[in-house]
């Protein structure tokens, strides 16, 4: 069974940083192009950050220069750092990893900025 665990969420002031894990399990990790995606209430889930099996990475220009995205292949996680958050940030977090027609998703955790 594949689950993707995801943590690290919370209530954050602006300016703040947080951290997000993913831990997958079930799937050949390292094979898998693996990612965060968010969405705010009333909007469609975005993609925020991506990251091949190769370490090649992608941003959405809203977030370049502020977050990072990283994979650790021995331990099956994904990473999302995110620094300088701004209230526009919050929203709910989703990892997600595809390989072909295989594309799984985490339940979500949530980040809120604010003062």
């Known amino acids: 069974q594949v689950q993707l665990v995801e943590s690290g969420g919370g209530l954050v002031q602006p300016g703040g940083s947080l951290r997000l894990s993913c831990v997958a399990s079930?799937?050949?990790?390292?094979?898998?192009?693996v990612g965060w995606y968010r969405q705010a209430p009333g909007q469609q889930r975005e993609l925020v950050a991506a990251?091949?099996?190769?370490?090649?990475?992608n941003y959405a220009d809203s977030v370049k220069g502020r977050f990072t995205i990283s994979r650790d292949n021995a331990k099956n996680t994904v990473y999302l750092q995110m620094n300088s958050l701004k209230p526009e940030d919050t929203a709910v977090y989703y990892c997600?990893?595809?390989?072909?027609?295989?594309?799984?998703w985490g339940q979500g955790t949530q980040v809120t900025v604010s003062s």
């Open positions: 997600n990893s595809q390989l072909g027609i295989r594309n799984y």
């Open positions: 990251i091949t099996s190769g370490d090649v990475t």
């Open positions: 079930g799937i050949a990790f390292r094979l898998y192009i």
